[in-house]
T-cell receptor
Framework: QKEVEQDPGPLSVPEGAIVSLNCTYS??????FMWYRQYSRKGPELLMY????GNKEDGRFTAQVDKSSKYISLFIRDSQPSDSATYLC???????????FGAGTILRVKS | NAGVTQTPKFRILKIGQSMTLQCAQD?????MYWYRQDPGMGLKLIYY???????DKGEVPNGYNVSRSTTEDFPLRLELAAPSQTSVYFC????????????FGQGTRLTVV
């Protein structure tokens, strides 16, 4: 079983739609949860970061963590064509130097 | 600040050749990392360094070597290139480890033929 599972998509939505991106993980020792966004032919950049269960909001983006289910989500409201990218979940242990990435979900927002 | 700079951006190698992928950061970060990214596979950690003179293996170190003689530079050496090393390589750096934001370079696309 992979440590982190993420549906690679692609996910295609119309402009203005609410997007839900998800990852599941297997190790309950994971405590830090991040979402990275990667535009085509660019390096990943950090989008959201949380270390607790619950929701964290930043503008149109909401990160949700459910540790009991080992499930993390990223919601994008009022999606824009500029949101078209690959979204990677990344998970780490409390003192780990090994950031485990999901496969990444390709998102396409059509105008 | 330039951030994390990787060179070259593209390279084609023949089987058995060697090369060094360069990585430099100007943010005075102690931690540096090398990842490879294959389609649909996410990023896999090859090697990392927590400071000058200190390196350690990640998940997929075979076929690679690293050195860290300065805080700024973290080159990745490929010896005896193989087709399985065809990938996109990313260098990253962070202040105190991967529980803080990691800054990535633009990547090096390597093809081994």
């Amino acid at each position: 079983q992979k440590e982190v599972e993420q549906d690679p998509g692609p996910l295609s939505v119309p402009e203005g739609a609410i997007v839900s991106l998800n990852c599941t993980y297997s190790n309950s020792a994971f405590q830090y949860f991040m979402w990275y966004r990667q535009y085509s032919r660019k390096g990943p950049e950090l989008l959201m970061y949380t270390y607790s269960s619950g929701n964290k909001e930043d503008g149109r983006f909401t990160a949700q963590v459910d540790k009991s289910s080992k499930y993390i989500s990223l919601f994008i409201r009022d999606s824009q064509p500029s949101d078209s990218a690959t979204y990677l979940c990344a998970i780490n242990m409390e003192y780990g130097n090994k950031l485990v990435f999901g496969a990444g979900t390709i998102l396409r927002v059509k105008s | 600040n330039a951030g994390v700079t990787q060179t070259p951006k593209f390279r084609i190698l023949k089987i058995g050749q060697s090369m060094t992928l360069q990585c430099a950061q100007d943010m005075n970060h102690n931690y540096m990392y090398w990842y490879r990214q294959d389609p649909g596979m996410g990023l896999k950690l090859i090697y990392y360094s927590v400071g000058a003179g200190i390196t350690d293996k990640g998940e997929v170190p075979n076929g690679y070597n690293v050195s860290r003689s300065t805080t700024e530079d973290f080159p990745l050496r490929l010896e005896l290139a193989a087709p399985s090393q065809t990938s996109v390589y990313f260098c990253a750096s962070s202040t105190t480890g991967l529980n803080t934001e990691a800054f990535f370079g633009q990547g090096t696309r390597l093809t081994v033929v």
